[in-house]
Antibody
Framework: QVQLQESGPGLVKPSQTLSLTCTVSGGSISSGDYYWSWIRQPPGKGLEWIGY???????YYNPSLKSRVTISVDTSKNQFSLKLSSVTAADTAVYYC???????WGQGTLVTVSS | DIQMTQSPSSLSASVGDKVTITCQAS??????LNWYQQKLGKAPNLLIY???GLKAGVPSRFSGSGSGTDFTFTISSLQPEDVATYYC?????????FGGGTKVEIK
């Protein structure tokens, strides 16, 4: 059974960089069968797709966040990561990692941007 | 970006009722639509893929229909455990986009 788990700081100061890692178990990112995504959900609001990465390192970012987002992959650790720079309070959200077909999601991690 | 207009934003129905949620895409997305169920405090759970495909293990009271720009999600007989927010998501074009969600409650 494929499982995903997000990890990273739950509190980030304004203007700093949010960094999260997603560890995949029960399946290999290197299989090349799927893209691997990041999605976020502000408290009480809907879902926003951030972007995804393929095992080769190929990425696509949501244009609304493109200037601030970097998604990377470490196939040796079966992990992929999200960096979001210059954060503001508007970036406070639960951040989810998911397999590209939507079948498997992490439990989500709340990241609060506050000084 | 493709806009996904989901309606209604909320509904209240009785146990056993048929519930219908619609999702309209701003342009043709063929069949590339997912439906998710999200319970409070949990990650979204995929129920329907490719507009009509029922994920393995999902009860048959859930179904999806449509193609192109107009899609429907149906719960044929609402159960107490179906209380949740439901989202559509298109994956035909990048960026992938979600509908605004429909909160389903029991009357």
């Amino acid at each position: 059974q494929v499982q995903l788990q997000e990890s990273g700081p739950g509190l980030v100061k304004p203007s700093q960089t949010l960094s999260l890692t997603c560890t995949v178990s029960g399946g290999s990112i290197s299989s090349g069968d799927y893209y691997w995504s990041w999605i976020r959900q502000p408290p009480g609001k809907g879902l926003e797709w951030i972007g995804y990465i393929y095992y080769s390192g190929s990425t696509y970012y949501n244009p609304s966040l493109k200037s601030r987002v970097t998604i990377s992959v470490d196939t040796s650790k079966n992990q992929f990561s999200l960096k979001l720079s210059s954060v503001t309070a508007a970036d406070t959200a639960v951040y989810y990692c998911a397999r590209g077909d939507g079948l498997h999601w992490g439990q989500g991690t709340l990241v609060t941007v506050s000084s | 970006d493709i806009q996904m207009t989901q309606s209604p934003s909320s509904l209240s129905a009785s146990v056993g009722d048929k519930v219908t949620i619609t999702c309209q895409a701003s342009q043709d997305i063929r069949k590339y639509l997912n439906w998710y169920q999200q319970k409070l405090g949990k990650a979204p759970n995929l129920l329907i893929y490719d507009a009509t495909g029922l994920k393995a293990g999902v009860p048959s009271r859930f179904s999806g229909s449509g193609s192109g720009t107009d899609f429907t999600f149906t719960i044929s007989s609402l159960q107490p455990e179906d209380v949740a927010t439901y989202y559509c998501q298109q994956y035909d074009n990048l960026p992938q986009t979600f509908g605004g969600g429909t909160k389903v409650e029991i009357k």
